[in-house]
């Protein structure tokens, strides 16, 4: 996806504040924090969202999910944190490359907004 924002940031063409990279995923800071510790886990293919991505290729959740418990114990977030997928319009979605939110460092509310 030429036009895609998150995948010009898994080649490298715009940069970010990488916490970690391997060949299949990609994590680096939110540029507009919700929380005092807020960074998005992408995949490096590009997928719509987390409802498109074929049954074949789901062991990319599970990946992302095992980098995402490495960071939080490396980020010491052992109070806690909120992992968020927002999904087309009603969602919330603004960038249509799936990623997950991982916020911490405050206590979150329920529901959310
Ligand atoms: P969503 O609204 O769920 O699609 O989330 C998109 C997220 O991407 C928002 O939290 C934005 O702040 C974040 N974002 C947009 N552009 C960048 C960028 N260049 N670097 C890091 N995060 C970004
Ligand atoms: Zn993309």
Known sequence: ???CLFCKIAKGDIPSKKLY???KVLAFHDIDPQ???HFLVI???HYQHAGKVPAQNGEIFAHIFGVIAKLADELGMDKGYRVVTNIGEQGGQ???HLHFHVLSGRDMTWPPG
């Open 35 to 37: 929380a005092p510790v």
């Open 1 to 3: 996806m030429s036009d």
């Open 21 to 23: 990279e391997d060949d």
């Open 43 to 45: 995949p490096k293919e």
């Open 94 to 96: 603004t960038v249509h």
